[in-house]
């Protein structure tokens, strides 16, 4: 089930540089031709069968392929609203960065009450990695 969708605007990551630099063809090949950019907000302009949580009109973020486009295709389940009060350019540079943190801070295993250094707090990531040491009752 996927969602057609108008890209307003695409995050620049680490990843999408190296990419295009062929930094990553060991693990992450390019296929010609090849679009690249992970990151990205946008309005929904057509939900595919099946996809009953996002309509026309629904605005929109998400972590997905070949974001660097005008209009791209998106699984549903990789879609999230985006929250009143956040405009689609903030929202585009949301997505790998938050889940990066959060699976950082995750893979450790930290569990309430526990303290946790989060070198790096100013940035994305580390905003992510602060949030989810609250979400779990740590201290950050």
Not at 98 to 111: C, E, F, R, Y
Request: aromatic share 6%; net charge negative.
């Amino acid at each position: 089930m996927h969602c057609e969708r108008i890209v307003a605007a695409a995050g620049v990551n680490p990843i999408d540089y190296k990419w295009r630099a062929g930094l990553t063809k060991d693990f992450y090949p390019m296929q010609f031709p090849a679009l690249i950019g992970v990151d990205m907000s946008g309005t929904v302009v057509n939900a595919g069968p099946g996809v009953e949580e996002f309509t026309e009109g629904n605005r929109v973020f998400a972590m997905a392929d070949n974001t660097y486009a005008e209009l791209c295709v998106v699984k549903a389940d990789a879609l999230a609203d985006i929250p009143e009060g956040l405009d689609l350019i903030q929202a585009a540079a949301l997505p790998l960065v938050t889940v990066t943190g959060n699976q950082l801070l995750s893979a450790t295993g930290i569990k309430a009450g526990q303290t946790v250094l989060v070198a790096g707090a100013q940035g994305g990531v580390g905003r992510s990695a602060v949030f989810t040491a609250k979400h779990v009752s740590a201290r950050p």
